[in-house]
Each structure stands twice: as structure tokens, then as C-alpha cells.
């Protein structure tokens, strides 16, 4: 049985830990979604791929980064099999990345352009200008990124590499 004092010091490793892992997934959230964002920038401005094509093909290298990441330097589970784990990690994440992220990109900038449009009124009256489809694309993007990722998180945590 544990003593008050014991218990106290397990719940603060315990939290510990878990800050820890939040702030290395943070981390290779930070690391991954920038490699997601230039590909994606790259194909749609540069290669002229649509916004569609574009997530579609930068998710998919960040995914790949993001599973090694993940398994290697976050969450550090290497007892269950690699095949387990990396199938568990593509369903999920690929319904974060091509329902949850592409479907709210489509969303935001397609049929509900009330957020963007206040994004857009907002970076005027702080004199940012000419950059209004940079910065819609960019907007749905970046919500469709934080959405992804705390549903990456979740089911990484409770999932994949529990």
C-alpha cells in the first residue's frame, strides 16, 4: 500500500512523464507540420497542384516522418510488432490527415468562408495586404492542422503505441 507521501510523488512523475511526451510531440508536431506545410505551399504555388492534391501529397511525406518520430523519440514503444503499430498508426492518422485535416480545408475554404473571410478582415485592419490567398489557404490549413493533431494525439496515446 502506498503511503500520501508516496502517492503524491508517483502522480508528480507521473505528470512529469506525460509533460515530457507532450512536449517531444509537440516537438515533431512542430517538426513535421513545417516538412507538411512547404510541400504543400511548394505544390500548390510553385508545381500548381490544387489544394486537394497538394495536403494529400504533403501529409503523406509528413505521415511517414511523423511515424518514426513518433515511435522512436515520443512514445518509445518497440515491445509491440512494427507491423501493429505502423498499420494501427496509418488508419488513424490517415483519417486525421485525408477526413479530418482535408475535409476542414475544403470546408474553410469552399463552403463555410465566414472564418477566413474574418481572417482576412482582421490582417487588413493590421495592414497586411495583397496576400489574401496565402493567407486563407494558409488559415484553413493551420485549423485543419490543430485539429488533427489533438485527434493524433489522442489515438496515438490511447491506440497506437499504448
Same mark, same amino acid.
Given at each position: 500500500?502506498?503511503?500520501?507521501?508516496?502517492?503524491?510523488?508517483?502522480?508528480?512523475? #507521473?505528470?512529469?512523464?506525460?509533460?515530457?511526451?507532450?512536449?517531444?510531440?509537440?516537438?515533431?508536431?512542430?517538426?513535421?507540420?513545417?516538412?507538411?506545410?512547404?510541400?504543400?505551399?511548394?505544390? #500548390?504555388?510553385?508545381?500548381?497542384? #490544387?489544394?486537394?492534391?497538394?495536403?494529400?501529397? #504533403?501529409?503523406?511525406?509528413?505521415?511517414?516522418?511523423?511515424?518514426?518520430?513518433?515511435?522512436?523519440?515520443?512514445?518509445?514503444?518497440?515491445?509491440?510488432?512494427?507491423?501493429?503499430?505502423?498499420?494501427?498508426?496509418?488508419?488513424?492518422?490517415?483519417?486525421?490527415?485525408?477526413?479530418?485535416?482535408?475535409?476542414?480545408?475544403?470546408?474553410?475554404?469552399?463552403?463555410?468562408?465566414?472564418?477566413?473571410?474574418?481572417?482576412?478582415?482582421?490582417?487588413?485592419?493590421?495592414?497586411?495586404?495583397?496576400?489574401?490567398?496565402?493567407?486563407?489557404?494558409?488559415?484553413?490549413?493551420?485549423?485543419?492542422?490543430?485539429?488533427?493533431?489533438?485527434?493524433?494525439?489522442?489515438?496515438?496515446?490511447?491506440?497506437?503505441?499504448?
Amino acid at each position: 500500500m502506498l503511503t500520501k507521501n508516496k502517492e503524491v510523488k508517483v502522480v508528480a512523475t #507521473s505528470r512529469r512523464s506525460e509533460f515530457r511526451r507532450v512536449s517531444k510531440f509537440g516537438l515533431v508536431g512542430v517538426l513535421n507540420t513545417l516538412l507538411d506545410f512547404v510541400i504543400y505551399n511548394l505544390l #500548390s504555388s510553385k508545381i500548381g497542384l #490544387s489544394l486537394v492534391q497538394s495536403n494529400i501529397i #504533403s501529409t503523406t511525406i509528413a505521415m511517414a516522418f511523423s511515424f518514426m518520430a513518433n515511435r522512436h523519440l515520443v512514445f518509445k514503444k518497440h515491445d509491440s510488432p512494427l507491423v501493429r503499430q505502423s498499420i494501427s498508426f496509418l488508419l488513424v492518422t490517415a483519417f486525421g490527415l485525408y477526413v479530418l485535416q482535408t475535409g476542414t480545408i475544403k470546408l474553410l475554404t469552399d463552403v463555410w468562408l465566414y472564418p477566413m473571410q474574418t481572417g482576412i478582415l482582421v490582417a487588413h485592419a493590421i495592414g497586411v495586404r495583397g496576400h489574401d490567398d496565402f493567407l486563407i489557404k494558409n488559415g484553413a490549413k493551420a485549423i485543419a492542422t490543430v485539429i488533427s493533431l489533438t485527434w493524433n494525439y489522442i489515438m496515438y496515446k490511447k491506440v497506437v503505441f499504448k
